[in-house]
């Protein structure tokens, strides 16, 4: 069983509710590591793998690098064969780091294509063709720059993802991504060692190796990350030399809901395929739910977008008590709808709470909402054995009373005149940067908490003052998840 598809419009997730992710401080100069010679009197290698040598020398020559994704994953022959990755066996006298890499490149048909504007060198497969073009991202604004940044074995998608936060840049997808190609090209494991560079010069490199383009939008924040045609192309015929063609039809490795999960991210208005799963949303996994959320956004259907949101919500924890996941950690399908869940949110939050009778809406939808389990339903994960209906209804039971009990909560305030007008106030506080205008001042904000403090203690319910009183003052209030209360 193929994993769920994670194709969704990213939201970055320091935007409202959560912090920009956090790297390496700065060191002091008398801490860091020392600069070793600049020539090496002698350099052995003993059955050492060929990257490995890479990354070891081009970590004695201070050199920021990032293989090609030809030389990354199980080595292949120059004819794309599988093959054993090469160890060196090499002694060399008097040679530089950066003299010794690049000899060591060259007897194994490699090259490096420096680039100033990020640099961060490629390497690559002796004659591929690279244009060194300057990436927009790179000047976009002045940074600091970071000492170290370190990204080990994480998909690219989450890469992208960190990086953007910490170049203040809200990434979204760009919906004509095909299933094929994300998951070919944004399900890579990435793993890369940088020093002294910015978090845009990092997000440009990375962009850069993976064939991949940014177009900023006019407010120079939203930025929509797409495919290069030639990328595309090459993925196509990869996939199309690796994929064995059994020619039968319904092979276990098809998941049932793929042809759909195509149809609402490939579209560019998947109407049809929305209407679908609108018609029987409690038929579909909670992948769909959410892929389908995100589909509802893009056609400004707020209403349904927050129905989808929360009824994925509950159909997750349904489906994970029914049908355990083999996977663990990184592995688990449940980190991919955590995501899902956590940058879905952070894009509808904001436009949801604005309208408090929408938001009535919304909740009476989920409070009728109830999944069921078709015969040939799949979740889209692997799971080791189906379980106990009964025991997942009891599950899911409980998320979905704590949900519902929290969107009435949340109804309720916002249908009072007094906290929503403070909880737009808090809202533009939060959301708005420092130098515009139309900012409230800190004085404003911390009366709008009050306000919204008292009219909560009065309903004697918990809505966002609690929140914000409990550390989320320098963030926006999110749509309520399972287990904030």
Not at 183 to 190: G, K, L
Not at 326 to 351: I, N
Not at 420 to 440: G, I
């Amino acid at each position: 069983m193929k994993t769920v598809r994670v194709r969704f419009l990213v939201a970055a997730l320091f935007v409202i509710g959560f912090a920009a992710p956090s790297w390496p401080a700065s060191q002091p100069a008398n801490l860091r590591e020392k600069p070793l010679p600049d020539e090496i009197p002698r350099s052995e290698m003993t059955k050492v793998p060929l990257r490995d040598a890479i990354r070891n020398l081009a970590r004695q020559a201070e050199l920021n690098y990032i293989l090609d994704p030809a030389l990354s994953g199980p080595w292949r022959s120059r004819d794309g064969k599988l093959v054993d990755e090469p160890k060196l066996i090499v002694q060399w006298r008097s040679l530089t780091a950066h003299e010794a890499i690049k000899k060591l490149l060259k007897d194994y048909h490699l090259e490096m294509v420096e680039n100033p504007a990020t640099s961060v060198a490629r390497i690559i497969p002796a004659g591929k063709r690279v244009e060194r073009k300057p990436a927009d991202v790179v000047a976009s604004h002045a940074e600091e720059r970071m000492p170290l940044v370190v990204i080990d074995d994480l998909s690219l998608l989450a890469a992208i993802t960190r990086l953007s936060g910490q170049a203040h840049l809200i990434p979204t997808l760009d919906a004509q991504i095909s299933a094929v190609c994300f998951e070919a090209v944004f399900e890579q494991t990435v793993s890369f060692r940088w020093q002294n560079i910015t978090a845009s010069q990092a997000l440009a490199a990375l962009l850069d190796n993976y064939g991949l383009v940014l177009k900023l939008g006019p407010d120079g924040k939203s930025a929509r990350i797409c495919l290069e045609p030639e990328t595309e192309v090459e993925v196509q015929k990869i996939v199309a030399a690796r994929t064995p063609h059994s020619g039968v039809s319904g092979s276990p490795q098809t998941w049932p809901e793929e042809d759909l999960c195509h149809q609402l991210t490939s579209e560019a208005k998947p109407i049809r395929a929305l209407t679908r799963v609108l018609k029987t949303p409690e038929e579909f996994s909670a992948g769909i739910l959410y892929i389908s959320c995100s589909a509802a956004l893009r056609l400004d259907r707020l209403e349904d977008a927050g129905f989808l949101y929360y009824a994925a919500h509950i159909r997750s924890e349904f489906d994970k008590a029914l049908f355990p996941p083999v996977g663990r950690g990184g592995d688990s399908p449940l980190v991919t709808l955590g995501v899902l869940q956590a940058q879905l949110g952070s894009r509808l939050s904001p436009a949801l709470m604005a309208k408090p009778q929408l938001f009535a809406r919304v909740s009476a939808r989920v409070k009728s909402w109830k999944p069921r389990v078709l015969p040939g339903f799949e979740p889209g994960w692997d799971y080791s054995k189906k379980g106990n209906v009964k025991q997942a209804e009891g599950v899911m039971a409980d998320t979905r009373q704590e949900i519902v009990s929290q969107l009435g909560d949340l109804s309720a305030l916002l249908q009072n005149p007094a906290y929503f007008a403070a909880f737009k106030t808090a809202q533009d506080y939060n959301l708005r940067v420092p130098d515009e205008s139309h900012r409230p001042t800190k004085e404003a904000y911390e009366s709008a908490c009050q306000v919204m403090e008292q009219v909560e203690k009065e309903k004697q319910v918990v809505g966002f003052a609690a929140a914000i009183k409990g550390g989320m003052a320098a963030s926006d209030p999110q749509l309520p998840q399972p287990g904030q209360r």
